[in-house]
């Protein structure tokens, strides 16, 4: 499986991209679509979509795709309306925070897990204590 | 059934990284692996369970596989965490 990260921010999916290969190494594809074409801060349709026809390509049964907030959601939208059902059916959205989602999702695809265990790890996230109880 | 007592060194406790490859070599294991700190229990194979047991630094954990390779998941595994880690008493 590949995963795709959706921000306002180049720079933010890029170092992003860069912890997650980090942390999960690179057996995980991770695809960026960040920030607009001409290299502000906001979100493209079609940046978007070359990013996840890239997953797709390269050969991925299933794509997650992770993205930050406001806009991206509808820019998401929009770009998945390039893709057919059988494709869009490969591509799973979640709701996760972008970076934590991002990294406990491709270690977990980076083990070999199932597409819905790879989701369920991402959205742990959202519950993940930060700061450590005593 | 198998399992060694461990006590954590790294004075970043066990974090982020550490934790990944744990899990990546874990899961090439088809036994049921376990960290166990203060009671609690997380899957060695999942990553959102292991950072949630939030190992610190000078916890004791306890490491414990159960199946057919659990034998050689546990010198695996503790040759994984060596540079984190030494052994009780």
Known sequence: ?134 | MSEVHLVVTDPSGLHARPAARFVQAASRFTSRIVIRQDGREADAKSLIAILGLTVRPSSQITLAAEGPDADAAITALEAELAPYVGHVG
């Open chain 1, 1 to 134: 499986m590949g995963l795709i990260l959706i921000s306002h921010s180049g720079p933010l999916v890029d170092g992003l991209r860069d912890m997650v290969v980090q942390v999960a190494g690179d057996d995980v594809p991770v695809a960026t679509a960040g920030g607009t074409e001409d290299g502000r801060l906001g979100t493209s349709a079609p940046r978007i979509s070359a990013a996840i026809r890239s997953a797709l390509d390269a050969g991925a049964d299933d794509a997650l795709v992770l993205l930050d907030l406001g806009s991206a959601a509808l820019s998401l939208e929009v770009a998945l309306e390039d893709f057919d059902e059988a494709q869009r059916a490969r591509v799973h959205v979640s709701e996760a925070p972008l970076v934590e989602g991002a990294i406990l999702a491709a270690v977990q695809a980076s083990i070999g897990a199932s597409i819905d265990d790879v989701i369920a790890a991402a959205q742990g996230a959202a519950s993940m204590a930060k700061i450590p109880r005593a």
